[in-house]
């Protein structure tokens, strides 16, 4: 991973990690008006999210004056180039498509009007969802509705008994998963087969997602912005030290988990945590309404033993220059967030016919006001601004106890403040790329390779999907999703 940049982009990226990204793009690509229209319906695409889709036509409905139409579909019937799309005046959407759907022309950069304007109290929002996820290049094109990391959600009760701290490294979670295996099973809870100390989202779209969130504390350098690319040649770096260090360590934590990890979603592991079926999952917490099936041991029954802990991070970090590792600053200690793991977002549509009224809506849903009945009925969403954490339950529901809820909020806003942080890929090709690493991961579980080989492999993989894509048309959209501007 070596990085001769010039020094005209070393200033540049220099001042985005001081600074963060931009907070005052132009003003002159959506009229700066927010009032809404009465002329015609608006018409709202609601992707990979029914019940977002039901929450924002229910809260229209009853509260706007208008109508709405609501489209629901996925994002790959949305963006299938082989189908006729109705003309939409707004899209909601998972975090992690904002690329996509930005540099196919389908969303348009908010104005700064409506970026600083009541409607939008931008300052109540956290930190990296701020300054990072809702842009796109040194422009903001999104309103959030609240964007989960994976943490650390684990039964209090046995990890008390056991005498056992929130692992805060990953060395110290491998300790704990091996401690839970040997000593944990409470045999009134659950067989032993369907017991283990562990369940991780291995499944597919999250197998590679769990990947990079371990990767993050060794992979993300301080002086380097750059962490899944070379910004000057596009080479993959999910071969380097840092990512085989991450891929080594899952699978020697495999064997604590459930053998179905490799089709588990963080539904599933949260299902699995909630159930007593095992002591420590991978997830973030959600409403009850979420995990139907969590059986007759989840923790509400039990006294509220569940405890949410930050993600592990790294006391050592890798230096892509001097391929070495070094220890992490002291004021960097603490976990590397990843960013765009889940989360929905809400954008002005380019070929909105409509789009003072379609900026009111997107501000509206997003605002302090609305958010707070609508994101929380999307199990992709948590909350997302300093107003909303004392009402953090509208989120986690009974899934906490009260005192454990409040908790988990201050841990969100702790992790959004971070001062180091990894993006998920959020340019064009997210899925391609993330699908192989999820069979890089799935390849190394199941011992076909060592982990050296199954992400070399993967490397060469991601090159040639980022050929296809072409190599200048990817280089700006990887400088984009960092927020910088080629």
Same mark, same amino acid.
């Given at each position: ?82 189908? +006729? &799309?109705? $003309?939409?005046? #707004?899209?909601?959407? @998972? ?5 996509? =759907? %930005? *540099? ?76 839970? +295996? &040997?000593? $944990?099973?409470? #045999?009134?809870?659950? @067989? ?5 100390? =562990? %369940? *991780? ?286």
């Amino acid at each position: 991973m070596r990085h001769s940049r010039s020094r005209g982009l070393v200033w540049a990226i220099a001042a985005v990690l001081l600074s963060g990204c931009p907070t005052t793009p132009p003003s002159d690509a959506q009229p700066t008006s927010v009032e809404p229209s009465r002329a015609k319906p608006l018409r709202v695409a609601v992707l990979d999210d029914p019940q977002l889709a039901q929450a924002i036509e229910r809260q229209w409905q009853a509260r706007a004056e208008g109508q709405i139409e609501v489209v629901r579909t996925t994002v790959g019937e949305f963006l299938d180039k082989g189908r +006729a &799309q109705p $003309a939409v005046d #707004a899209i909601f959407y @998972p975090s992690g498509w904002i690329g996509q =759907l %930005a *540099e196919g022309g389908w969303i348009s950069p908010l104005s700064d009007d409506a970026i600083h304007g009541p409607l939008s109290a931008r300052r109540d929002i956290f930190e990296l969802i701020r300054q990072q996820e809702v842009y796109w290049g040194e422009k903001v094109y999104a309103v959030p509705l609240g964007s989960p990391q994976l943490n650390v959600v684990y039964r209090r009760d046995v990890f008390e008994k056991l005498g056992l701290d929130p692992p805060r490294t990953w060395t110290e979670y491998a300790e704990t998963a091996r401690k839970l +295996a &040997q000593k $944990a099973r409470p #045999a009134d809870r659950a @067989p032993a087969a369907a017991w283990h100390a =562990l %369940a *991780e989202p291995l499944g597919p779209g999250w197998a590679g997602q769990v990947l990079l969130a371990r990767a993050a504390g060794y992979a993300r350098h301080r002086s380097y912005y750059a962490t899944l690319f070379d910004l000057e040649t596009m080479q993959p770096l999910i071969a380097t030290p840092p990512f085989i260090k991450a891929l080594e360590e899952l699978v020697a934590a495999a064997p604590f988990s459930s053998p179905d990890a490799v089709k588990f979603t963080p539904d599933e592991t949260r299902r699995e945590v909630l159930a007593g079926r095992c002591a420590m999952s991978l997830t973030w917490p959600a409403r009850r309404a979420e995990t139907p099936d969590a059986g007759p041991s989840a923790s509400v029954r039990d006294g509220g033993v569940l405890a949410v802990a930050e993600l592990p991070g790294s006391a050592q970090v890798y230096h892509p220059e001097n391929k070495k590792w070094e220890p992490r600053d002291r004021a960097e200690l603490g976990s590397v967030p990843l960013l765009a793991v889940a989360g929905r977002l809400g954008s002005v549509a380019k070929s909105s016919r409509q789009p003072q009224a379609a900026m009111a809506l997107v501000l509206r849903v997003a605002g302090a006001e609305w958010s707070e009945q609508i994101s929380p009925l999307s199990p992709a969403t948590t909350l997302f601004r300093a107003s909303q954490l004392g009402k953090v339950t509208a989120w986690t529901g009974d899934f906490l106890e009260p005192p454990a809820a409040k908790e988990y909020a201050e841990l969100v806003q702790q992790t959004q403040s971070r001062p180091l942080w990894l993006c998920s890929p959020r340019f064009p090709g997210r899925d391609r790329y993330l699908a192989v690493l999820d069979d890089a991961v799935h390849e190394a579980v199941r011992g076909a390779k060592p982990p050296a080989e199954c992400l070399q492999a993967a490397a060469e993989r991601w090159q040639t999907i980022t050929r296809e894509l072409g190599v200048p048309a990817q280089r700006t959209a990887y400088l984009r999703s960092l927020c910088m501007e080629p």
